[in-house]
């Protein structure tokens, strides 16, 4: 793996660099790891949109020397969605986060799956809504303290790649930023295939949820490297339980029509237009 | 199938509307099914395919209005149709597309409210919705169509004003229109004046997505064509780049006002009769309209100097002309089909009281009742 720098001239926004990330958020190895596979992949960087909705992770669009468009709070994936179906040549990227993905646009996410849209949705989870000062979301463990949550969060968190396996996804897989070649591989995949990729990424945030739950930025990344356990097994048994175990892995990689193709296909109109 | 259905149809205002908006160009329509616009989706999901385009039905409105507005920045042409509940949720994409200018059209079918109301029944109760609905400073470009053919002409307008101005531009009909039947002239496609937004002529490396030329207008380039550009809701600068700074968004907000607001001129258009020397003035819009200009016929005939002020555009607002025509008449009155809503902008704009006739619950005001009213301020 490569440093962020002039190797990287062709797909980072040098000129945005420094990035707004606290000091220790794994953000900047999820964007290096999505530098890395743009440019190992070998993709047409003109036919790359990179899209995001709003939070920490939705400043990665940014920094992305693609096209690149930063939307409304959890409307990615309608954005994504009518970029593939207007240009099937185009690929969409979403790079976003938990809440901004599963929470205000869980609905969206989980119709784009069910549709299989030709789009790579990455999703950094950090438990928590960082952006605005650590408030607890739908991934944040039960009990865990937070701003909105100050006597303990009641609610139980989604497991994603879960979710979003029954929704229909045809590729799924789930890492930490404590695995950045995995990573990495799982973005090459999803930047090739066609279809609705989702690939998850466990990411600590230091500022927010460590501080607020007496986790250092060295404990959180320590702890991803001690709990996380590659594993082949279907995705509602992929655990994502930050204090005890999360299961890594790719749980899905099948081949179905995506939704501009079976349109094409019923509607009588050859691939192409 | 044709693109251009040239020539004479007995139709209902939504498939004209549908018919408009693929003789504009439009080929993406994100959908969401509700009363009394459904009828425009149905339409374009049968169309769209055959003419090369594409019809999505989302899962709600806050996903239609947001592919619309990214299936524009493809370099299509885009529109979505809906009633007040989705008019509502798409308030929040108004904002983005406004801020991005991102050329589309998005066609408000008024039914009867606040919430669920009456599905079938025609008002006009959301014309200051699609002036203030979003948040923050914005200028709005919305239509008015009076009947069938208007929803076709109208719809076609829209389209050439969004590409002109490079914002959203509504088209707001009422219920009444929109289910209407009566006949339909579709121009010949050479006989049609259709705008296409304005393309960069630079070099790739030197353009910036959010520099505009002396209209205020940036020319617009398209995902996948090696521009590489960012686009963001947040306040940004001429390269697309969030900016913070209290003069990023002093510039920004500013310019996106102007653009439209230098431009009232050519945008406005409005429909006069018997103005010319008129002491009682009625303004009326939309369905309601047809009764006014009915009413203002027989109150001449009773030698009533009556006139009608038709407003096509609702926004931008042809102030100018409602102050000038005020002036010279002695009552002015106002008929809508809500409880007063763009009565405001006429008594603003003539600096007077006026006669506002409301209207709830689906029927339009009968020519009578505005005749009435015409009468006593005659008096």
Redesign the interface.
């Known amino acids: 793996m490569s440093g962020l720098s002039a190797l990287h001239q062709k797909t980072l926004?040098s000129d945005?660099l420094p990035h707004i990330w606290c000091q220790g958020c794994g953000l900047g190895i999820i964007l290096h790891a999505y530098v890395d596979a743009l440019e190992e992949s070998g993709i047409d960087?003109?036919?790359v949109?990179t899209?995001s909705g709003i939070g920490c992770a939705g400043r990665t669009?940014?920094y992305v020397?693609?096209?690149?468009?930063?939307?409304?709070h959890?409307?990615a994936?309608?954005?994504?969605?009518?970029?593939g179906?207007?240009?099937p040549?185009?690929k969409p990227v979403v790079i976003s986060g938990d809440g901004d993905l599963f929470s205000i646009g869980g609905?969206?996410l989980?119709?784009a799956a069910r549709r299989n849209v030709n789009v790579l949705v990455v999703c950094s989870n950090n438990f928590n809504y960082g952006m605005t000062g650590a408030q607890f979301g739908p991934t944040t463990p039960v009990e865990a303290r937070t701003p909105t949550s100050p006597y303990g969060n009641v609610e139980h968190p989604l497991n994603l790649v879960s979710l979003i396996a029954s929704a229909g996804a045809t590729y799924v897989a789930r890492w930490t930023v404590m695995h950045p070649r995995q990573l990495r591989a799982s973005l090459r995949r999803g930047l090739m295939r066609r279809g609705f990729s989702f690939v998850e990424v466990i990411c600590p945030c230091t500022t927010g949820y460590g501080r607020l739950n007496g986790l250092t930025p060295l404990e959180m990344m320590r702890g991803l490297r001690d709990v996380g356990r590659v594993r082949n097994v279907t995705p509602s048994k992929a655990v994502c339980d930050p204090g005890r175990e999360i299961i890594l892995g790719e749980f899905v990689d099948m081949e179905a029509p995506t939704y501009d193709e079976a349109?094409d296909k019923l509607?009588?109109?050859g691939a192409g237009? | 199938m044709s693109e251009v259905l040239t020539g004479s149809h007995f139709v209902h205002g939504d498939w004209a509307c549908a018919e408009g908006a693929i003789a504009a160009g439009c080929?993406?329509f994100?959908a969401y099914p509700i009363t009394p616009a459904t009828e425009i989706s149905e339409r374009m999901a049968q169309r769209l395919?055959?003419v090369?385009g594409?019809f999505?039905q989302?899962?709600?409105e806050?996903?239609?209005v947001?592919?619309?507005?990214?299936?524009s920045?493809?370099?299509?042409k885009?529109m979505t149709a809906t009633s007040g509940p989705g008019f509502s949720l798409m308030m929040?994409?108004v904002?983005?597309g406004v801020m991005?200018e991102a050329p589309c059209v998005i066609v408000d079918v008024m039914r009867s409210g606040p919430s669920t109301g009456q599905p079938t029944a025609g008002a006009q109760g959301d014309v200051m919705q699609c002036r203030w609905g979003t948040h923050g400073d914005v200028e709005a470009i919305a239509l008015a169509p009076q009947n069938v053919q208007e929803m076709f002409d109208l719809t076609v307008r829209s389209f050439n004003l969004s590409e002109r101005y490079r914002t959203p531009v509504f088209v707001m009909a009422d219920a009444n229109i929109a289910h209407l039947y009566e006949g339909l002239v579709i121009p010949e496609r050479e006989k049609l004046e259709i705008v296409e937004r304005k393309r960069p002529s630079c070099a790739r490396e030197s353009y910036k997505p959010f520099a505009a030329d002396e209209d205020l207008v940036p020319p617009m380039a398209c995902?996948?064509?090696?521009?590489?550009?960012?686009?963001?809701?947040?306040t940004h600068d001429d390269m697309g780049?969030?900016d913070g700074s209290v003069e990023a968004q002093r510039k920004l907000i500013q310019r996106l006002c102007d653009k439209i607001r230098q431009g009232t001129s050519s945008i406005v258009q409005i429909e006069e009769h018997y103005t010319e020397d008129c002491d009682v003035l009625v303004v009326a819009y939309g369905i309601v309209a047809r009764s006014a200009l009915s009413a203002v016929k027989r109150a001449r005939a009773e030698g009533i100097k009556a006139g009608l002020l038709r407003l096509i555009t609702l926004w931008p607002f042809p102030e100018e002309r409602v102050e000038a025509l005020a002036q010279g008449c002695r009552e002015v009155v106002v008929a809508e089909m809500n409880t007063g809503q763009l009565v405001r902008e006429v008594e603003r704009a003539s600096m007077r009281k006026v006669t506002f006739l409301p209207k709830l619950g689906e029927d339009p005001h009968e020519p009578g009742e505005i005749l009435s009213a015409i009468r006593r301020a005659s008096r």
């Not at chain 1, 020397?65 to 409304?72: S, V």
């Not at chain 2, 920045?73 to 299509?76: E, F, N």
């Not at chain 2, 995902?223 to 947040?234: D, K, P, Q």
């Open positions: 926004r945005r960087l003109d036919k949109v899209i669009s940014g020397r693609t096209d690149a468009f930063h939307t409304t959890g409307r994936l309608p954005f994504a969605t009518g970029v179906l207007s240009r040549d185009l609905n969206h989980v119709h349109l509607t009588g109109r237009w | 080929r993406f994100g395919p055959k090369g594409r999505v989302f899962e709600d806050l996903a239609a947001t592919a619309v507005i990214s299936a920045y493809t370099g299509r885009a929040e994409s904002g983005l991005t995902f996948g064509e090696g521009y590489h550009f960012y686009a963001t809701g947040l780049y969030p």
